[in-house]
């Protein structure tokens, strides 16, 4: 969604601006606009699992951009090309490795591109990017790496809305919303928990929230636009109840009006009944709802269990027993509401227990992982289970700190460096994690992901094999069939009957598939929560 806030802010200025969504239009796309047009600004946003990827894509525009005479350092022409998202915010030491790149944006972009814009407009950007705060670059001609002053957040986030310049159908989540044209909004940007394994661990607890008004006008321009679906991207919807509530009471006028059906993600104990409630008579039609897993140990090694952040409830969790109990009574409470809802889990996580009066981190078993799963087939009954496997990105606080180097599988940290081929060959560092299709099952992780070490392909085959078998056993006693979620491709590993039974193929048979390097995704909200 980056691209749609910064060019809002663009447009607003007055430049104009075009978006290329190369996952889904991929990268030759490029080649066929940069030959036919002139930009005289490349910003490109990406994650950090996709550093490779959005360097060639750098390299690839200096290079058309140097036939047409634009990337000559002395040029007044000269376009520069800047590179921000979480990839950038955490960029570590690959920065002097990417010369052709002009600045890489550190966290918030809001301001920082619309001072970059004013500059290359007057054409004095390379001289001037050392006073725009957030960037970081290796300035060609002195041969180092700058680093300008922090760039405070916004805050008041109420003007920047989006602007969506394109829609493609496949930005539809048509499993769950149809053919109603489908949008993803955000009303506040932040979490107040700290997971271990989420780059929220490691941006405080503060949560940026905007204005009833705000989100008001947003969604009158989403219906003028044909928006008939909405899936609020927050990382956590309903954390604070009471405006949760007016947000949803909001909606409910645009359900009545214009059908608008929604969904978004939250955790459960960030809901009760009388929220549920008022969800399902506003046009909820899906939840995603970050369980991660329900072994109590494991959710205290996840560090999910943190009392008293979720405002406006009855203090409802003290003890992990208690996440787990909330969380069949919440799943009950949608399942008699009929609500469509899934279940999140991630396997091999860190497992914290006291032994001898001593805390100790260790990995989940496999017994914590087939109480998990036992947990959420059969007491949760949730319509889909999205299961994923513990991956490290730079920005949690389990890929670099001392307590989790058990999980890591190593005492060095997992940083953004590690995501750039050109760092990990500078510093000889190993390619962790295995390439298998079996991980596509876990919710598109591969091999750019590191991993913990014993989570190899056999041992997640024997995951899977285990939850294939519970959820047949499941389906075959409930009418309400559960479906697990897995990327289209791996479908043809595990056929599922008329009946909602998955027939699951040996291991052996589980071969290379081959498809192109850009990460394809559906509107499935796939984000660890
Ligand atoms: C919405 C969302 C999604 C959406 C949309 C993703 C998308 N590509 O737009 C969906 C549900 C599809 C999704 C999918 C995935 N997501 Co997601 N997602 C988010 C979420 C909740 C919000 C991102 C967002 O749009 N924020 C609003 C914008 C305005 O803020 P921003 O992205 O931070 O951008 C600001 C700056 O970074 C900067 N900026 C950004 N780009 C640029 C470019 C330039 C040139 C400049 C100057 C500045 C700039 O300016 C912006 C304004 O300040 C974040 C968590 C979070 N709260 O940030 C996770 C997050 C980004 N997702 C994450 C992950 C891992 C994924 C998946 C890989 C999950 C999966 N297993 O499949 C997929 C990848 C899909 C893909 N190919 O992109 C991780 C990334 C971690 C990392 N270090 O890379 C995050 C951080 C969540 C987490 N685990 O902690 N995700
Ligand atoms: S996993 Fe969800 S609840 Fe936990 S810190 Fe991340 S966004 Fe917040």
Sequence with gaps: MAPDYLAGVLLRKGYNVEILDLDILGISALDKVLSKKDYDLIGISYLSFQTDIAMVIAERCHKILLTKGRRNLNSPNYAPIIVGGVGATWCDGIVPLYPNIDA?????????????????????????????????????????????????????IDDYLPLRLHFYPSYNFTEIFGIKKTAQMMTQIGCPYCCVFCGESTKGPFVRKRSLTSIKRELKILMREGYRAIYFDDSTFTYDKKRALQIISLIKNFHKKYGVIWGFNTRVDCLDE????????????????????????????????????????????????????????????????????????????????????????????????????????FELNPNY???????????????????????????????????????????????????????????????????????????????????????????????????????????????????????????TKIKKIHRPPTLHHHLIPPCPH
Excluded at 276 to 300: C, D, N, Q, R, W
Excluded at 318 to 339: F, S, W
Excluded at 341 to 346: H, R
Excluded at 359 to 368: A, G, I, L, P, T
Aim: glycine content about 6%; overall charge positive.
């Design 274 to 377: 009388e929220i549920l409630i008022k969800m399902k008579e506003s046009g909820v039609a899906y939840m995603f709802t970050g369980v991660e897993s329900l072994a109590p140990e494991v959710v205290v090694g996840m560090n999910k269990v943190i009392p008293g952040l979720n405002k406006n409830y009855p203090p409802l969790i003290k003890t992990p027993q208690d996440y787990v109990e909330r969380a069949k009574k919440v799943y009950k409470i949608m399942n008699n509401l009929g609500i469509i809802k899934s279940c999140f889990l991630i396997f091999g996580g860190p497992k914290k227990i006291v032994e001898n009066g001593r805390k100790k981190m260790m990995v989940e078993s496999f017994e914590d992982t087939k109480k998990s799963i036992n947990t959420a087939v």
């Design 385 to 507: 289970i999205s299961i994923n496997i513990l991956r490290f990105i730079p920005d949690a606080i389990m890929s670099f700190t001392e307590p989790y180097a058990v999980i890591r599988g190593q005492k060095e940290p997992f940083t953004g460096g590690y995501f750039s081929s050109r760092y990990r060959k500078k510093y000889k560092i190993k390619k962790r994690g295995f390439s298998h299709p079996i991980y596509l099952a876990f919710e598109a992780a591969s091999d750019f992901y590191p991993m913990p070490p014993h989570l190899t392909p056999k041992y997640c085959y024997k995951i899977l094999k285990y939850l294939v078998t519970k959820v047949n056993k499941h389906n075959k006693k409930f009418k309400v069939k559960t479906k697990i979620w897995i990327d289209e491709e791996f479908e043809r590993f595990i056929p599922r009957d008329k009946n909602g039974i998955y027939h699951l193929v040996s291991f």
């Design 104 to 156: 890489f944006c550190i966290g918030e972009g809001l301001i920082t591109i619309s001072e970059i814009a004013d500059s290359v407009r007057k054409k004095i950007f390379l001289k001037d990017r050392a006073k725009i705060k957030g960037l970081i670059y290796f300035d060609k001609q002195k041969k180092k790496v700058i680093q300008t002053p922090k760039r405070p957040l916004v805050g008041n």
